[in-house]
Antibody, heavy 122, light 106 residues
């Protein structure tokens, strides 16, 4: 059974750095083709992909946020960490991490964490 | 970035209806499109991958078709538990992008 769970602060101040941890079980991030992604959703709005980290430690970022994002992994702890610098109230959102396997060249977010709501306010 | 345009943004439905949602990509994404269902306060759930493949365990009343830039998602015989918001997502190129969502209402 694959599970993922996000953890981190629920409230950050503008200009601060957000650090979120995704702790997962039921799969290995060293298995070929596997990735973990971060996706966020502002209240009442659509989903926005932020970043992926891959089985080979490759990383991909949303270009619009790339300068502010860092994604890392700790395979011994089965964790993926996302940091986002210079937080702004517009970054208020629910942040999800998700398991991204592939079948051939078809890739999808198959298992998701429950999400964690992060508010940015002074 | 590849823009994904879903229509309609909301849809008034009734139990038993057939519902169709469209997703238009701003450029050719071949078959690299997924569909997700999201209920309020919950994480999205994968329903369809690669435009037309039903995810394991998803009822057969859900279906998807399309390729290139035009895709459709359908629910036949809508059930009460299908009331949710539905999103398309392309993975042809980075950044992955989602449609703006289609909210089904009774």
């Amino acid at each position: 059974q694959i599970t993922l769970k996000e953890s981190g602060p629920t409230l950050v101040k503008p200009t601060q750095t957000l650090t979120l941890t995704c702790t997962f079980s039921g799969f290995s991030l060293t298995t070929g083709g596997v990735a973990v992604g971060w996706i966020r959703q502002p209240p009442g709005k659509a989903l926005e992909w932020l970043a992926n980290i891959y089985w080979d430690d490759d990383k991909r970022y949303s270009p619009s946020l790339k300068s502010r994002l860092t994604i890392t992994r700790d395979t011994s702890k089965n964790q993926v960490v996302l940091t986002m610098t210079n937080m702004d109230p517009v970054d208020t959102a629910t942040y999800f991490c998700a398991h991204r396997p592939c079948r051939g060249d078809n890739c999808y977010f198959e298992h998701w964490g429950q999400g964690t709501l992060v508010s940015v306010s002074s | 970035d590849i823009q994904m345009t879903q229509s309609p943004s909301s849809l008034s439905t009734s139990v038993g209806d057939t519902v169709t949602i469209t997703c238009q990509a701003s450029q050719d994404i071949t078959k690299y499109l997924n569909w997700y269902q999201q209920k309020p306060g919950k994480a999205p759930k994968l329903l369809i991958y690669a435009a037309s493949n039903l995810q394991t365990g998803v009822p057969s009343r859900f279906s998807g078709t399309g390729s290139g830039t035009h895709f459709t998602f359908s629910i036949s015989s809508l059930q009460p538990e299908d009331i949710a918001t539905y999103y398309c997502q392309q993975y042809n190129d980075f950044p992955y992008t989602f449609g703006q969502g289609t909210k089904l209402e009774i």
